[in-house]
């Protein structure tokens, strides 16, 4: 079991083609998480390391856990449950912030995301989203003065993106959002600032919590039991969640309960 006492542990979630994996890459600046385009899941497992956080170096360590790409198009709901089972006992004994990756060019936030994200809550609690911080990819230095109207419009504090969730979860606060650049980030500062900006987010995050790694009653349940025990709660747990929430019943979810419902 991995020590992360010190460690800053990142999840990081968000739709196929968002850029997750390259974003994890970047931090690390090390290709260890498969990235690409394409029409299908790139990441289809579980990704964990612990390395230092080397765009920008700050002298600290982080233990970062990537998972399958949500919304996913092939619809492998079966593969995905068990795979958020997997997720689940990774995070179990607390993490820093939570990283929803979005892509610039697709600011739309569909229902299955919607509806993952009411999941989390459910499962989590609403103390879960003093721990998350909201990133764009894709806003590349040469393509930043083109996009300006986009940032504007989702940081707009009446309308923007940020407010919407504000609105729809109805939060006591707003997550940090933050703007990156994946391309050149060995050589490019445009990079290198952009990715300080995310350090400085998910630090303001573990001060608000002073320094104390998000955890709740399910993380301490999933704790107190142990192999098939431990997963069927997991299991049970998801399903609940789900059947609390209808919308998910009605979108692209309907598998995983489904799935839960037979485990």
């Not at 995070?91 to 989390?120: P, Q, W």
């Not at 969730?165 to 940090?176: E, K, N, T």
Request: net charge negative.
């Amino acid at each position: 079991m991995i020590n992360d006492a010190n460690n800053i542990v990142l999840a990081v979630m968000g739709a196929v083609g968002n850029g997750k994996s390259s974003t994890l890459n970047s931090i690390i600046q090390e290709p260890l998480f498969q990235s690409g385009r394409s029409i299908g899941p790139v990441t289809q497992r579980i990704g964990s390391c612990v390395r230092n956080w080397k765009l920008p170096e700050v002298g600290r360590t982080v233990h970062i856990v990537d998972t399958p790409g949500m919304c996913d198009s092939t619809y492998r709901d079966v593969e995905n449950v068990h795979l958020m089972v997997e997720f689940f006992k990774t995070l179990s004994h607390g993490v820093s912030a939570f990283v929803l990756v979005f892509n610039i060019h697709n600011t739309r936030l569909d229902e299955y995301t919607k509806n993952m994200l009411r999941l989390f809550e459910r499962l989590l609690g609403p103390q879960f989203w003093k721990h998350v911080v909201i990133v764009f990819t894709h806003v590349d230095e040469d393509q930043r003065d083109y996009l300006e109207d986009n940032i504007d419009a989702l940081t707009d504090p009446a309308e923007g993106f940020v407010r919407v969730i504000h609105q729809w979860f109805q939060l006591q606060y707003q997550p940090p959002i933050v703007f990156l650049s994946n391309r050149d980030t060995r050589y490019s500062q445009y990079a290198r600032d952009c990715f300080m900006e995310l350090y400085q987010a998910v630090v303001s995050v573990e001060e608000g919590a002073r320094r104390e790694k998000f955890t709740c009653t399910f993380f301490q349940e999933v704790n107190n039991r142990a192999g098939i025990v431990q997963d069927n709660f997991i299991v049970q747990s998801i399903r609940t969640a789900t059947a609390a929430i209808p919308q998910m019943i009605q979108s692209g979810s309907r598998a995983v309960a489904n799935v839960c419902s037979v485990m």
